[in-house]
C-alpha cells in the first residue's frame, strides 16, 4: 500500500490547521482510538511474518511523522496565541506615581518586627495560635482548671456554642496557650515567641477589649531564673536601645509558672514622659511593671505531654501595646485602634525602615 499520499495529506492538513481545536480533531481523526493510522496499525496482527516486516515500519514511520507534525503545528499555534495576548494586553507605564508615598507601618507591627528582630537574634522562633481558642488551652492546661479564681480575673468573651469536643470556645484572653500549642506540636527543646492579639472585656484610657501581646518560651534541661533573669534583661536593652536598663524581679503568681516572678524596670520622668532607665530607687526614679514571668509549672509541662523531670523552662509575657507606647511616647492606648491616618503619619513607621540589630531597631538607619 502506498502510505506516501496518506501521509501527505495528513501533513498538509495538520500544516493548515489554523486554531488548536482543528488541530485536536485532526489528533483524534489520525491517531485517536478510532483514527486511520490506529486502523492501520491494527491491520498488522493479520499480515503474515513477511508482510508484517515490509508494512510494520511504513506505518510506524506514517505514525511517527504525523504526530511529530502534529506536535510542531500545536507549539506554533501556542506561540503565536501568545504573542497576539501579550500585543494585546499592554500596560501604560506612563501613569504618574502618587506625589508622596502614602501609609506607614501602625506602631504595633513596627514593635511586633523588632521583637522577632531581638528575639531571633538569641535563637528564638516566631509561633502563632488561634484567637479563636478552647478553654482547654486558654486556661485548663496552664493549671486553671474549672474552678480556679484567676478564670474570673481574665473577662472572657466566650462563643454562645462548644467546639465538636464539648469545650467551651472563647476569645484568647492571652498569648499563653500558644505555649501549650507550641509544646504539643514541636516537643522540646523549645524557643519561641508568639506575639498576637488577646481579648478581654474592658474598656477604658489604659484597656481597650482588643490588644496584643508577645508571649516567650524556653523549654530545655537544665534551664533555671538565671537564664529567665538575663533573656529579660538582654531583650529589654535591645529594645529600649539603652544598657543602663536595670530590672527588679518581685515574687508573684500566676497559675502557669512556680515560681513565679513580676519584673519592673526603673524610669524616670523627663518633659512629662517615662523615659525607661536606671534604678528605680534613684533620686527622681520610680519602679513600673513590664513583664509577667517564672518557670513553667511541672503541671504546665506535663499537660502538653513532656516529662517535666527531664524538661523545664521559662515563659513571660507582656503588652506590646504597652511596650510600643513607653518606647514611643503615645499617652492614650485608644489612638492605636482609631485609624486616624493623621495619628499614624505622625507615630507610623516607613515601610521601608526594617528593623536591624545593626542598623537600630527602632530608629531609621
Ligand atoms: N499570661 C499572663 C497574662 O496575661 C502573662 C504571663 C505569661 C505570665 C507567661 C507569666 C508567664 O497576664
Not at 21 to 33: A, D, I, Q, Y
Request: overall charge negative; proline content about 6%; some cysteine.
Amino acid at each position: 500500500m502506498d502510505y506516501a499520499a496518506t501521509g501527505q495529506e495528513a501533513l498538509s492538513r495538520i500544516a493548515g490547521a489554523c486554531d488548536l481545536e482543528t488541530l485536536e480533531g485532526l489528533r483524534v481523526e489520525f491517531l485517536g482510538k478510532q483514527g486511520s493510522i490506529s486502523g492501520l496499525l491494527k491491520t498488522l496482527g493479520k499480515l503474515s511474518p513477511e508482510e508484517r516486516k515490509e508494512e510494520g515500519p511504513k506505518i510506524h514511520g506514517l505514525r511517527e511523522s504525523v504526530s511529530e507534525a502534529l506536535a510542531a503545528r500545536k507549539d506554533a499555534l501556542e506561540s503565536a496565541a501568545l504573542e497576539a495576548r501579550l500585543a494585546a494586553e499592554t500596560i501604560d507605564l506612563s501613569l504618574p506615581a502618587p506625589e508622596a508615598p502614602r501609609g506607614s507601618v501602625h506602631p504595633i507591627s513596627q514593635v511586633m518586627d523588632e521583637l522577632a528582630e531581638i528575639f531571633a537574634d538569641m535563637g528564638f522562633a516566631v509561633a502563632t495560635g488561634p484567637e479563636i481558642e478552647d478553654d482547654w488551652h486558654n486556661f485548663t492546661a496552664l493549671n486553671m482548671p474549672e474552678t480556679h479564681p484567676a478564670r474570673a480575673m481574665h473577662d472572657t468573651f466566650y462563643f454562645p456554642d462548644k467546639d465538636d469536643e464539648g469545650r467551651d470556645m472563647l476569645l484568647r484572653t492571652h498569648t499563653s496557650p500558644v505555649q501549650i500549642r507550641a509544646m504539643i506540636a514541636k516537643g522540646a527543646p523549645i524557643r519561641i515567641i508568639a506575639p498576637g492579639r488577646v481579648y478581654r472585656s474592658d474598656s477604658d484610657a489604659t484597656h481597650t477589649p482588643m490588644f496584643h501581646q508577645v508571649e516567650g518560651l524556653v523549654i530545655d534541661k537544665g534551664i533555671h531564673l538565671g537564664h529567665l533573669k538575663w533573656t529579660l534583661e538582654t531583650f529589654l536593652k535591645a529594645y529600649f536601645e539603652r544598657d543602663d536598663i536595670v530590672l527588679r524581679l518581685r515574687p508573684s503568681y500566676f497559675p502557669f509558672t512556680e515560681p513565679s516572678v513580676e519584673v519592673d524596670v526603673g524610669y524616670s520622668q523627663e518633659n512629662g514622659r517615662r523615659v525607661v532607665g536606671g534604678s528605680g530607687d534613684a533620686p527622681g526614679h520610680a519602679w513600673m511593671e513590664v513583664l509577667g514571668s517564672g518557670m513553667v509549672n511541672r503541671r504546665v509541662i506535663a499537660a502538653a505531654g513532656l516529662d517535666p523531670d527531664e524538661w523545664q523552662g521559662f515563659a513571660f509575657g507582656t503588652g506590646v501595646d504597652r511596650l510600643a507606647m513607653l518606647k514611643y511616647g503615645m499617652d492614650d492606648l485608644r489612638a492605636f485602634f482609631d485609624g486616624d491616618v493623621r495619628w499614624l503619619s505622625h507615630y507610623g513607621f516607613s515601610a521601608l525602615d526594617v528593623p536591624t540589630l545593626a542598623g537600630g531597631v527602632g530608629t531609621p538607619a
